[in-house]
């Protein structure tokens, strides 16, 4: 198996910083139990979404680019599962790659538990 050159995984790593340095101002991390008086969701009485307002936050895209991660895996889905951000206003895109560990299990069963609550999967 060929190696990767120093100069593609930096260029990765630049990318993967310049990623979370554009979601970290919209997102808060809670790493304890929930605050009390959370904001409500916005949606009318039958249960429709309200329309795009001020008061709702943007919704984010998150990219998880996992590989051979089936060691902090666990940990990290946990955080992602605690943050204080409506899960809606969440997009999630997964990509994985030829995995020799565990990793593709780990997300295939956290995607099928968690699909119904994020925006997009």
């Keep these: 198996m060929a190696a990767r050159s120093p100069r593609f995984s930096?260029?990765?790593r630049r990318r993967r910083q310049a990623l979370l340095l554009l979601l970290l101002p919209h997102l808060s991390f809670s790493f304890g139990a929930e605050e009390e008086?959370?904001?409500?969701?916005?949606?009318?009485?039958?249960?429709?979404?309200?329309?795009?307002?001020a008061l709702q936050k943007p919704t984010v895209f998150l990219a998880i680019l996992a590989r051979n991660a089936a060691g902090s895996l666990p940990h990290f889905l946990g955080?992602?599962?605690?943050?204080?951000?409506?899960?809606?206003?969440?997009?999630?895109?997964?990509?994985?790659?030829?995995?020799?560990?565990?990793?593709?299990?780990i997300l295939k069963e956290w995607l099928?538990?968690?699909?119904?609550l994020y925006h997009y999967l």
């Design 10 to 12: 930096s260029t990765l």
């Design 37 to 53: 008086g959370e904001p409500p969701v916005l949606a009318d009485p039958e249960g429709s979404p309200l329309p795009e307002s």
């Design 79 to 105: 955080c992602l599962e605690r943050l204080r951000y409506p899960k809606p206003r969440m997009a999630v895109w997964v990509a994985k790659e030829r995995n020799v560990d565990n990793t593709t299990n």
């Design 112 to 116: 099928k538990n968690v699909q119904k």
